[in-house]
């Protein structure tokens, strides 16, 4: 696969289906996560970035937290952002999508005024997230049966 795809802010309910689409066959399909934990009430007021191939076809997506949302998950530190959900499709991985959708959510994160990024990364995907400056910290801890770190990136 090499075609060519565009990461944007979600827009409406079809983009939001899609970004859930995504969410679905990674999380639910690929890695067993039960959909009650995959999808939850912080949907209703994150940002979703959605990047999709040009014949509309969604490729990944990811979410941003913020203001109060995000506070429970950093700290309570409410200038801190929370990047999660991130998924890249299966047949899509290796064309640099993870990457630029950490780069919109960051983008997305700055242009509300906050001045970092905390995520909870899967211990196989730390190097992934170290690559694009994300620096782990505290123990590892479980999500969903899988294990965790936090990182943070200031912005």
Not at 21 to 39: I, K, M, S
Not at 54 to 61: I, N, Q, R, S, V
Not at 75 to 101: C, H, K, P, T
């Amino acid at each position: 696969m090499s075609e060519a795809y565009a990461v944007r802010e979600a827009v409406g309910e079809a983009d939001l289906e899609a970004c859930f689409a995504v969410r679905r066959a990674v999380f639910v399909e690929e890695q067993g996560v039960p959909a009650e934990l995959e999808y939850d009430a912080y949907d209703a007021t994150a940002v979703h970035v959605l990047a999709v191939r040009a014949d509309g076809l969604p490729l990944g997506t990811g979410r941003l937290l913020h203001g109060a949302d995000a506070a429970g998950k950093t700290g309570g530190d409410a200038s801190v952002g929370s990047l999660g959900r991130l998924a890249v499709a299966g047949a899509a991985r290796g064309l640099g999508i993870g990457a630029a959708l950490v780069r919109a959510i960051e983008d997305a994160a700055r242009e509300r005024g906050l001045t970092a990024v905390d995520l909870h990364a899967q211990t196989r995907a730390l190097g992934f997230y170290e690559r694009l400056g994300y620096a782990a910290y505290g123990g590892e801890f479980p999500d969903a049966g899988i294990p965790h770190r936090a990182m943070r990136r200031a912005l």
